[in-house]
């Protein structure tokens, strides 16, 4: 039977270690610098090596994930897996003569272990060819010894390559959406009236909605990999100035993906406000979305609800003076408070904390749904990443900062794996993908034409995009 990989709630949950490691003394573990027990740094040769389990050592699986995340800054995903593939050849040729079978069994199950690991938390590393044959290559040679070792190889093969390719699927599912709105987009030339039904026509419930919106960010969610929030912010490894570690070719797709979901729902959200002619219609689509996002703010979608709150600042919506003028705005600004970014988001942070504590002690699935304000998210890591070396004076990879960098995406990986307990309806969800959205001045067309411009800055610019709508 295959080793079972434990929850990732269950991973990080001591606080480990506190931060003035580096008055104290350190312990000298050969390669390994510890305190209390908590390896802060190390060379990465000797990192690498205490990847590698043996007849009488497997490592922390917190220490895995850590590495596996981190050491994509130093080198390949493929040359790391080489090096393991090295370390466990030459551990049999050491092993005594005679003894080889007697190895086989008592290593293979933790190299399988390991193995496993890699493929369920870092399926996208094996998109690479090399990787892929290291893999094989490994895992042969373990089940080359017994029967019962060949099976489950072949289970993790078939597991990994059923990953694989369950996200090309989901790749181009992606490209068809883009292919779609695009080719839905029209040229604006007067107010586009006739382009497409609105929002409340197809879907007139705000509850279902959020609940839509929360089905497409469960599932681009679920599709980023936790290397992607590494790759996005590679840099060249200081100690080898002609080599750029992994940015070649940053993976980083599905995060970027991610990002221009937010950024389609708040131009939707600013298409839908300004598209209606008369003011009580602008009126009661503000309010519709006012109730989307409050709905949002219960199930714990925080980033559909900041997407649908900048859509609502952007400055063609937030001028119509007139139509806000229609609308009870209370709750609207109790939700802007909520998302409010000053003292770093406090509010925010604060509902998110009682998300996630709600998500720990949950019973069911639509309790456990918490969907971070995502840019904020990849903020956070992006600073914890500028704030501290990679490597310390003395050229040993700096591990503390690389388990708090694991601490952070090991949460994001929690939330990522909820299954959205809502009914989906595909209608709804059509739109929201493909439906076309204004551009900048398309937004600022519509604005003007609802409100006329109040200023000499407007007037000119109404005039200009006029001028450019019609020629």
Not at 54 to 63: F, K
Not at 165 to 194: F, G, M
Not at 318 to 325: D, Q, V, Y
Request: charged share 25%; with cysteine; proline share 4%.
């Amino acid at each position: 039977r295959m080793p079972q990989t434990p929850p990732f709630a269950a991973m990080f949950d001591s606080s480990g270690y506190n931060r003035n490691l580096y008055q104290s003394k350190e312990d000298n573990c050969g390669e390994l610098y510890y305190h209390d027990n908590n390896l802060l740094s190390g060379s990465l040769e000797a990192l690498i090596q205490h990847l590698v389990p043996n007849v009488d050592y497997y490592p922390d699986r917190t220490y895995i994930f850590t590495f596996l995340l981190s050491s994509r800054l130093f080198m390949h995903p493929y040359e790391l897996m080489a090096k393991v593939c090295q370390l466990c050849i030459e551990q049999q040729r050491l092993s005594e003569p005679g003894l080889d079978k007697n190895w086989t069994q008592k290593i293979a199950p933790k190299i399988l272990q390991l193995l496993t690991e890699w493929t369920e938390t870092f399926p996208y590393d094996f998109r690479d060819e090399r990787m892929m044959r290291n893999l094989k290559e490994l895992a042969q040679r373990i089940a080359s010894g017994d029967e019962m070792y060949r099976k489950n190889v072949q289970q993790l093969l078939q597991n990994l390559i059923r990953k694989l390719a369950a996200v090309s699927q989901y790749e181009e599912v992606l490209a068809k959406i883009d292919a779609t709105s695009r080719d839905h987009l029209t040229i604006l030339k007067t107010k586009p009236q006739s382009i497409q039904r609105d929002i409340i026509t197809v879907c007139n419930d705000p509850y279902v909605l959020a609940q839509q919106l929360t089905h497409i960010e469960l599932e681009r969610l679920n599709y980023i990999g936790p290397e992607e929030f590494i790759q996005a912010f590679v840099q060249k490894d200081p100690l080898n100035n002609d080599k750029s570690c992994y940015g070649d070719r940053k993976k980083t797709r599905n995060l970027e993906a991610y990002v221009e979901w937010f950024n389609r729902l708040s131009y939707l959200v600013a298409t839908e406000i300004c598209m209606p002619v008369k003011k009580k219609h602008r009126a009661r689509v503000i309010e519709y979305f006012i109730d989307v996002a409050r709905e949002c703010f219960n199930i714990g979608n925080f980033n559909s609800l900041m997407a649908i709150i900048s859509g609502m600042n952007m400055s063609p919506v937030s001028r119509l003076k007139k139509t806000w003028a229609k609308v009870k705005t209370a709750k609207f600004y109790i939700l802007e408070h909520q998302m409010d970014p000053s003292s770093n988001f406090y509010n925010y942070r604060t509902a998110l904390r009682g998300a996630t504590q709600r998500s720990l002690t949950a019973h069911s699935n639509r309790e456990k749904i918490v969907i971070p304000f995502f840019s904020l998210l990849i903020k956070d890591i992006y600073f914890l990443n500028e704030g501290c070396a990679n490597r310390l004076p003395n050229g040993h990879v700096n591990f503390e900062k690389f388990w708090e960098l694991a601490k952070q995406v090991s949460e994001f990986m929690t939330w990522k794996q909820v299954e959205c307990p809502f009914e989906r309806d595909w209608k709804i969800l059509q739109y929201l993908l493909t439906v076309p959205v204004f551009s900048d001045d398309a937004l600022y067309l519509a604005s003007y034409e609802s409100e006329s411009p109040e200023n000499h800055v407007e007037k000119d610019r109404w005039k200009t995009l006029r001028f450019v709508s019609e020629v």
